[in-house]
C-alpha cells in the first residue's frame, strides 16, 4: 500500500514567486490535513478536508496560501507570493472517519520549503 | 491553553533499557483518541501508537507501549529494550471529535550506547 505522496520532497524559491506543494492522500481516506512544522511553532495544523471540503482553514496564515482538493486522490498548497518566513516543512497527512475508528493519520514525508 | 504537553524537552536512556516519556492532554470530551508519533532526524513522522479514551485496556504495539491514566489525562509512552534507532523526536497528540490532530511540543529523545 502506497502512503501519503506528497511532492516536491524539497523546494527552494525566491521571495515572490508562488509556491505549489502536491499531496496525494491514501486511497479510501476521507480526511486530508496540511500541516506546517517550524523550530519556533512546532507542527500547526493550516486546513482540513473531509470529503473533499474545506472544514477548517483557521490556521492558514494569510491570504497567500490557499489549498484546494478537487477530487479524492489530490490536493495543494498554494503559497502566493512566498515569503522567507514560510520556509518550513509542510506536511500533508490522511485519515479515516468513522467515531474513534479514525485509529491513525498517516503522514507523507513533508516537503521541505525555503524561501530565500 | 495547551492541549497536549510534553513536559520533557529532552530525554536520555541507556541502550536495552526502558524509558517513559512523559504527555498529559486537555480535553472536556467523552470521545477522543490519543497518539503517539516518531519523527527520525531525516524528518517524516512515523505513527507509533493509539489509545481511544474508551479503551480499558492499554495499548502496546511492539516495544511500545501506551500507560493511558484517564483520570489523570496521561498518556505516556513507555519504549522498552531501547534501541540506537529510537534516538528520535517523540510527540504526543490528541485527536477530539473535531477531527484534527493537536500535537505536543516534543520530546528528544538520545539513546546512550
Known amino acids: 500500500d502506497a502512503g501519503v505522496i506528497q511532492s516536491p520532497r524539497h523546494e527552494v524559491t525566491e521571495m515572490g514567486q508562488e509556491v505549489t506543494l502536491r499531496c496525494k492522500p491514501i486511497s479510501g481516506h476521507d480526511y486530508l490535513f496540511w500541516y506546517r512544522q517550524t523550530m519556533m511553532r512546532g507542527l500547526e495544523l493550516l486546513i482540513y478536508?473531509?470529503?473533499?471540503?474545506?472544514?477548517?482553514d483557521s490556521g492558514m496564515p494569510e491570504d497567500r496560501f490557499s489549498a484546494k482538493m478537487p477530487n479524492a486522490s489530490f490536493s495543494t498548497l498554494k503559497i502566493q507570493p512566498s515569503e522567507p518566513r514560510d520556509s518550513a516543512v509542510y506536511f500533508c497527512?490522511?485519515?479515516?472517519?468513522?467515531?474513534?475508528?479514525?485509529?491513525?493519520?498517516?503522514f507523507g514525508q513533508g516537503t521541505r520549503l525555503t524561501v530565500v | 491553553a495547551q492541549k497536549i504537553t510534553q513536559t520533557q524537552p529532552g530525554m536520555f536512556v541507556q541502550e536495552k533499557e526502558a524509558v517513559t516519556l512523559d504527555c498529559t492532554y486537555d480535553t472536556s470530551d467523552q470521545s477522543y483518541g490519543l497518539f503517539w508519533y516518531k519523527q527520525p532526524s531525516s524528518g517524516e513522522m512515523i505513527f507509533l501508537i493509539y489509545q481511544g479514551s474508551y479503551d480499558e485496556q492499554n495499548a502496546t504495539e511492539g516495544r511500545y507501549s501506551l500507560n493511558f491514566q484517564k483520570a489523570r489525562k496521561s498518556a505516556n509512552l513507555v519504549i522498552s529494550a531501547s534501541q540506537l534507532g529510537d534516538s528520535a523526536m517523540y510527540f504526543c497528540?490528541?485527536?477530539?471529535?473535531?477531527?484534527?490532530?493537536?500535537f505536543g511540543s516534543g520530546t528528544q529523545l538520545t539513546v546512550l550506547p
Open positions: 497527512a490522511s485519515s479515516l472517519a468513522g467515531g474513534q475508528g479514525a485509529k491513525a493519520t498517516f
Open positions: 497528540a490528541m485527536r477530539e471529535p473535531s477531527r484534527q490532530l493537536t
Open positions: 478536508f473531509n470529503n473533499n471540503v474545506p472544514i477548517d
